[in-house]
């Protein structure tokens, strides 16, 4: 009984061999992408937001209860010193009452030293001391009277009031805004750039734009400064993105953002998800799979460029399947459309562009 029970241990080995050999050999299908030829571009992504040129914050010199904002007044047009809202301001008055109650007193103090003096019986010491309390009093009278204009919110600039927070009866810290005034064109983005992004981004250089709120829309800008100093924390680079005045954007929109290094025209392209590593994969003769190292190019999100190896036309496996190998049977499957057209999407390596 045992040859015969080996004899179906063997057997049952190589059925299981035999099976795992055909299911190597079996052909795997994958789809593929021709080489074609379109525009690549090289960019620098970022993330920024819509601001004014020009613009303003109004904030509270002082701390205290709101009792007065102009009403309905977000849209209009104010001009620089326009009085746009006023803080309580009894406390303050009631020092100034206190200090001219004072004033009063010490001129008629220094009236009576006067007097005193020509009929010589104060000293000029007594004199000089009372004209110093007036003038001490004057000075702080004057102070007073300036610090009352603390409490009133006026416009620092000719504009249009963007936005208005805070109500009647809150109390506004000096931290609180309480107006946005600015002029409605032209628009910028307001960008923060890597540092290690930063020595590539110059003046002029053209910007594309994605939006949220017009995910169809072509939006162009271009580099307009670049704030000298950056920040060492965040390790950024302030840029700012001059927009069109016909632009759809409105202030307070957040946008991608990506700077256009440099563009090629008519340069070789596949889509990056043919590249494994740095291999392409490609169909040989007998139907394995084989591995080819071309050189790359410019490298975006959605594609790479080609610059040897291959030619326009030429199929390569993408998207690569997970674990493949140099060798395997493959069997392509026809994808329509797979080949595709038109011009190279920009991107970057930290996102996607327009």
């Known amino acids: 009984m045992r040859p015969i029970r080996w004899l179906l241990v063997l057997c049952l080995i190589a059925a299981a061999a035999a099976g795992a050999w055909w299911w190597l050999q079996r052909p795997l299908a994958v789809e593929t992408v021709a080489v074609r030829r379109g525009s690549a571009a090289e960019v620098v992504y970022a993330t920024g937001v819509v ?16 009792v007065d904002l102009c009403r309905k007044c977000e849209g209009e047009t104010v001009r620089l010193g326009e009085q746009i809202g006023r803080l309580d301001d009894g406390v303050a008055r009631a020092s100034l009452k206190e200090l001219q109650a004072r004033e009063a007193f010490a001129k008629g103090e220094l009236d009576r030293t006067v007097e005193l003096l020509a009929r010589r019986v104060v000293s000029q010491q007594a004199y000089d001391r009372a004209v110093s309390e007036l003038s001490q009093i004057e000075a702080a009278i004057a102070a007073q009277t300036a610090r009352l204009d603390d409490y009133v919110l ?21 931290a609180t805004v309480l107006f946005w005034i600015g002029m409605p064109r032209p628009l ?32 162009e800008g271009s580099v307009s400064r670049i704030t000298p100093k950056g920040d060492p924390v965040a390790k950024t680079y302030r840029v700012r993105i001059q927009l069109p005045d016909d632009t759809p954007l409105m202030i307070g929109m957040t946008v991608d953002i990506n ?35 071309p050189q790359i190019g410019i490298r975006s999100a959605a594609e790479v460029e080609i610059l040897s190896d291959l030619a326009e036309g030429d199929r390569v496996i993408a998207p690569v399947p997970a674990g493949f190998e140099s060798g395997r049977p493959v069997r ?9 057209g038109g011009t190279a999407s920009p991107g970057a390596a930290k996102g996607a562009a327009p």
């Open 259 to 293: 700077v256009v290094i440099r563009r090629k025209a008519g340069t070789l392209i596949l889509p990056r998800t043919a590249l494994d590593g740095d291999r392409l994969w490609r169909i040989g003769a007998d139907g394995r799979a084989v591995a080819i190292r």
């Open 188 to 219: 910028e983005v307001l960008a923060e750039v890597n540092e290690e992004d930063i020595p590539r981004i110059e003046a002029g250089q053209e910007v594309l734009l994605r939006s949220d709120a017009f995910p169809d829309r072509r939006l």
């Open 51 to 66: 601001e004014p040129a020009r613009w303003a914050k109004v904030q509270p010199v002082v701390r205290g209860r709101i």
């Open 332 to 340: 392509a499957v026809p994808v329509p459309g797979a080949a595709g």
């Open 154 to 174: 006026r416009a620092p600039m000719d504009g249009t009031i963007l936005r208005r927070d805070g109500e009647i009866g809150e109390v506004a810290d000096t």
